[in-house]
């Protein structure tokens, strides 16, 4: 499985022409949210109903990945797109989405996410609400947020149409969550254990402006979502897919 030559060459290059991509991103018609800046959301423009290409949110799809370092230490995180949905403080009715990570088979971290889709195809995160464990007992709720509560800010997790040089805010909660992204690529080649993609793989990099030694770079599959994540900065973690299994698109509803 750890034939990464192909990706590699793409950290290589974007840690080099980063700061590049950044100066020439491009304008949008609809400009995606950055930095602090509220946004007001109108719920009927939302749907629970997420088929943005990059990332299908469809319930009972579920996800499987294998996290390491190079300390050997081994997670693994299972993502579950529910059928149940939450309607955030601002409104919006969202997707949610589960997390649990385990490391030995002890629960070290769970996770609802919250998701919707606009009428654009822009996938929004809307806030979260994570717990971290220690033998088996909760420990801290640290980066939780939702949007319209206390100031924090939704933001984009996945654009309608991602270009190269693409920025946008993934969330913000002052001190809690400021997660910033860019389009680095849309046509890497990819191999995880769950499979060999060899094109048209979007490549982001991933900023949290809380810790800004960190960066991130992830790797999304047309038609399956995030297959692989790989810490270059601040840390040496590489998450891979190892499974997917598609849920049930539900039939078409009504924008709001």
């Known amino acids: 499985m750890r034939k990464v030559a192909p990706v590699a060459g793409a950290v290589a290059v974007a840690l080099g022409l980063g700061a590049v991509?950044?100066?020439?991103?491009?304008?949008?018609?609809?400009?995606?949210?950055?930095?602090s800046e509220p946004v007001t959301l109108d719920p009927a423009d939302f749907t629970t109903r997420i088929d943005n290409p990059y990332w299908p949110m469809r319930p009972g799809t579920r996800w499987i990945y294998v996290e390491t370092d190079r300390a050997g230490s081994r997670r693994r995180d299972v993502v579950t797109v529910t059928h149940r949905t939450k309607t955030v403080a601002d409104g919006v009715t969202a997707r949610v989405v589960r997390d649990v990570a385990t490391e030995?088979?002890?629960?070290?971290?769970?996770?609802?996410?919250?998701?919707?889709?606009?009428?654009?195809?822009?996938?929004?995160?809307?806030?979260?609400?994570?717990?971290?464990?220690?033998n088996g007992r909760p420990k801290s709720t640290a980066g939780s947020f939702e949007a319209g509560v206390n100031g924090a800010q939704p933001g984009i997790i996945m654009a309608a149409a991602p270009k190269p040089?693409?920025?946008?805010?993934?969330?913000?909660?002052?001190?809690?969550?400021?997660?910033?992204?860019?389009?680095?690529?849309?046509?890497?080649?990819?191999?995880?254990?769950?499979?060999?993609?060899?094109?048209?793989?979007?490549?982001?990099?991933?900023?949290?402006?809380?810790?800004?030694?960190d960066v991130?770079?992830?790797?999304?599959?047309?038609?399956?979502?995030p297959v692989l994540a790989i810490t270059v900065a601040g840390g040496s973690d590489r998450e891979d897919l190892v499974t997917v299994r598609r849920g049930r698109q539900p039939a078409p509803a009504a924008l709001g």
């Open 104 to 134: 030995d088979g002890t629960l070290v971290e769970a996770t609802d996410d919250w998701y919707a889709q606009d009428k654009d195809g822009n996938v929004w995160y809307l806030g979260e609400a994570t717990t971290e464990y220690e």
């Open 216 to 225: 991130e770079f992830k790797f999304y599959a047309r038609g399956v979502g």
């Open 165 to 213: 040089g693409l920025r946008y805010r993934q969330e913000y909660s002052k001190g809690q969550a400021e997660d910033a992204g860019v389009v680095m690529s849309v046509d890497e080649r990819v191999q995880v254990p769950y499979r060999f993609f060899p094109r048209r793989v979007l490549m982001t990099k991933d900023v949290n402006r809380l810790k800004a030694a």
């Open 21 to 35: 991509a950044l100066a020439a991103a491009p304008r949008s018609a609809a400009p995606l949210p950055q930095g």
